[in-house]
Every structure is written in structure tokens, then in C-alpha cells.
């Protein structure tokens, strides 16, 4: 199975689940740690498993960095979760794709490279990063091929750390410089995109990737568009009967937030 070339795993069930997408964790960690360390705390307490739908990191080149700083501090979280008890599964994005084994191994979470389908609070759910939904911006969908052949995924992993993060950090200028110019709505998901998608079956639909909040029909059913985590905080809780944004903080419940409107497509 897969959707526009995105292969499409399978997974087990889970009657209650937590979603959060895009927390861009930097060098420095920063607030958006806490609001994950809330995230997992809830997720602990409450839900079967923890889904990361993509870009977890700002960045992550070398399967070294999984030793160190930053890199090294979430996937100890997530394996102290994981020894209690809690599934987690990670789907890779656009900024953190070379994550590998290595970051399975340290973390205990699944790592998925592609996206992921299973029944969460009994609603046939498919799970994807979201960029395979943006069909219009062309230069990233060439670049994306080429980024990860197994030939250049090969070598990249296997830079010296500091070479790494100056590779990482010039992509990201680059990506912004990109970002600034033309016409913006080529980064939004396109309908035939979100057509495909439809297609697999699923009764519901969740990705983010494109930093902003949504919601809306889909095919039988809905979907929800998660923002960028470390803006908002904010990710789904999921329960039969139930799926909801809720904003994370520590030390609290998480709140519920507003209505969300419609995402626009792309034509």
C-alpha cells in the first residue's frame, strides 16, 4: 500500500492514542521539550500509544548524533516511556529523514519511513509527515528524490558531527530562502494529492508538515491537519468517540482548544 509513492504501513490498533507532529527540537532542546515531556506524560498515563507524525528534530544528518546533546536526551525520554509501558511511533519528515536504527535502538520507539495505518479509538486512521501531499512544490519533490536514494542517505549518515550539523544548518537557510519566494500556494497539499490519499480507504486522515491547524471532511469520514508542535503545542487526543485538539503544558491537563476551519488545498 502506499500513496503517491509513500509506502504505508500497518499497525497495531490503539484505543487511545496522542498525535503530535512537526516539534522541530533544535541544538539548545528549548521550551518545546517541556511541552513533549507534557505530551508523553499524558500519553503515559492515559493513552495505548504516541504518535510523532515527522520532524521531530530541526535536524538530524549522522547516525552520530543519536550519541549526543539533544539527539541523545529525547530518545532517552522515549525509552524511559517505552520501559513503561507506552508504544511510540515515529514517522520521519522532511527534516529528520536520515534518522535511522540507530535512533530505534537508543529510543525503543518504531521508526516508520513512510506512513502508518492502524485503528486508533476504532477509526480507521491513515497517519502521514504531510509533504507527500504537497504535489505543487516541484523543486522539493525533485530534491526529495535524489535526498533519499540509498546512495546519498549512505554517505550523509555517515558524516563526522560537526560536518553534519553545518550540512544541516545550510539546508535549512537554503529551505528558507526558498520558502520567501513565489507563489505560496504550492506548499499547501493539492486536491489530486489528497484524492490518492482518500483512496487508500481510510476513514480518517492526519498529517501536519505544513505548520498550520485544520479540519475537515475526508472521503467517509475526517481529517486533521496537526500544527508545528513547538509553536503551538498543540496535538490530537484520541479515544473511541472522541478526537480532539488539545494544547500540552506542564504540570497541567491538556486543554481543548478551538474549532479549527478547512485546510485549502492546492489545485
Not at 499547501?188 to 486522515?205: M, N
Request: charged share 25%.
Amino acid at each position: 500500500m502506499n500513496v503517491l509513492g509513500t509506502g504505508v504501513r500497518t499497525g497495531a490498533a490503539a484505543a487511545r492514542a496522542v498525535l503530535i507532529s512537526d516539534l522541530h527540537v533544535g541544538d539548545d532542546g528549548g521550551a518545546v521539550v517541556a511541552a513533549m515531556d507534557a505530551a508523553l506524560a499524558h500519553a503515559r498515563r492515559r493513552a495505548d500509544a504516541m504518535f510523532v507524525l515527522g520532524d521531530l528534530f530541526d535536524s538530524y544528518v549522522s547516525r552520530a548524533q543519536v550519541g549526543v546533546g539533544v539527539w541523545r536526551e529525547v530518545a532517552s525520554r522515549f525509552h524511559e516511556a517505552v520501559e513503561q509501558g507506552l508504544r511510540l511511533v515515529v514517522l520521519v519528515g522532511n527534516r529528520d529523514f536520515l534518522m535511522g536504527p540507530e535512533f530505534a535502538a537508543a529510543s525503543g520507539a518504531e521508526l516508520v519511513h513512510g506512513g502508518y495505518r492502524a485503528e486508533l479509538g476504532g477509526v480507521d486512521t491513515l497517519l502521514l509527515h504531510g509533504d507527500e501531499l504537497c504535489q505543487n512544490d516541484l523543486p522539493y519533490q525533485r530534491a526529495k528524490r535524489w535526498l533519499r536514494h540509498p546512495l546519498t542517505r549512505g554517505v550523509a549518515r555517515r558524516l563526522p558531527l560537526a560536518l553534519a550539523k553545518w550540512a544541516a544548518a545550510r539546508a535549512r537557510q537554503k529551505s528558507r530562502d526558498v520558502i520567501q519566494h513565489g507563489d505560496q500556494t504550492r506548499f499547501l497539499p493539492s486536491e489530486r494529492a489528497v484524492a490518492s490519499a482518500e483512496a487508500v480507504g481510510a476513514e480518517r486522515l492526519v498529517f501536519g508538515h505544513i505548520h498550520r491547524r485544520a479540519t475537515g471532511a475526508f472521503g467517509r469520514g475526517d481529517y486533521h491537519v496537526l500544527p508545528a508542535f513547538d509553536e503551538a503545542s498543540v496535538g490530537l487526543w484520541i479515544e473511541p468517540g472522541r478526537c480532539e485538539a488539545v494544547r500540552f503544558a506542564a504540570d497541567a491537563a491538556p486543554a481543548p482548544v478551538g474549532a479549527a476551519d478547512a485546510c485549502p488545498w492546492s489545485p
